[in-house]
């Protein structure tokens, strides 16, 4: 009895290390991320309050059919122009990401659950939670601000199913260096 419950214990423990090795890796300048399988890759121009902004955003959809709990998997990084950094000093990260939040929380027309501060190795962040479509989904996202670029990761899944192995995973597999 112990033999099979250790042989099933090892197939258990390597079909996850299988599944863990097929995502893709995205590396960029300045950073690094594991998504499911290949993001869609986009770059806008964004207007904001000082002015225009290039917004490099990769997203990915899971077919419907998948098991896959989440529905979204996102990621995006805006570079500031350094001389608001230099004028603002610590106060400018705190802008910006108190910004990002509330852009977030209405560009769902949701509600904000929680907010509270993290760092990823040294640099400072931020991780909130929204209620999107009054209960239907919930968004998890990390915004993390390395002098002047800002980091956004994002997952969405319907509620009930947020807190799940792939959006821990694809959260906390951004490496910025």
Same mark, same amino acid.
């Given at each position: 009895? !112990?033999?099979?419950?250790?042989?099933?214990?090892?197939? =258990?423990?390597?079909?996850?290390? =299988?599944?863990?090795?097929?995502?893709?890796? !995205? /590396?960029?300048? %300045?950073?690094? $991320? @594991?998504f499911p399988a290949a993001p869609a890759i986009d770059s806008t121009d964004v207007e904001s309050a000082i002015g225009k902004l290039r917004t490099y955003t990769y997203m990915f959809e899971p077919e419907e059919s998948s098991k896959d709990s989440n529905v979204l998997y996102g990621f995006s990084r805006v570079k500031y122009? /350094?001389?608001? !950094?230099?004028?603002? #000093?610590?106060?400018?990260?705190? %802008? &910006?990401?108190?910004?990002? $939040?509330?852009?977030? &929380?209405?560009?769902?027309? %949701?509600?904000?659950?929680?907010?509270?501060?993290?760092?990823?190795?040294?640099?400072? #962040?931020?991780? +909130?939670?929204?209620?999107? #479509?009054? #209960?239907?989904? +919930? *968004?998890?996202?990390?915004?993390?601000?390395?002098?002047?670029?800002?980091? @956004?990761?994002?997952?969405?899944?319907? =509620?009930?199913? /947020?807190?799940?192995?792939?959006? /821990?995973?694809?959260?906390?597999?951004? *490496? $910025?260096?």
């Open positions: 009895m !112990l033999k099979l419950f250790l042989s099933l214990a090892l197939l =258990t423990l390597l079909l996850s290390l =299988t599944q863990m090795q097929d995502w893709y890796k !995205l /590396e960029g300048k %300045g950073f690094s $991320i @594991s122009p /350094e001389k608001y !950094l230099l004028q603002l #000093g610590n106060n400018f990260a705190k %802008g &910006v990401m108190d910004g990002m $939040i509330n852009g977030a &929380v209405k560009s769902v027309e %949701g509600k904000l659950l929680s907010d509270k501060e993290v760092s990823h190795n040294g640099i400072p #962040g931020r991780q +909130i939670t929204v209620d999107y #479509g009054n #209960g239907t989904a +919930i *968004v998890k996202m990390n915004f993390y601000m390395n002098r002047t670029d800002l980091y @956004s990761v994002q997952t969405i899944a319907y =509620t009930g199913k /947020e807190n799940n192995q792939n959006a /821990e995973r694809f959260l906390k597999s951004l *490496v $910025i260096k």
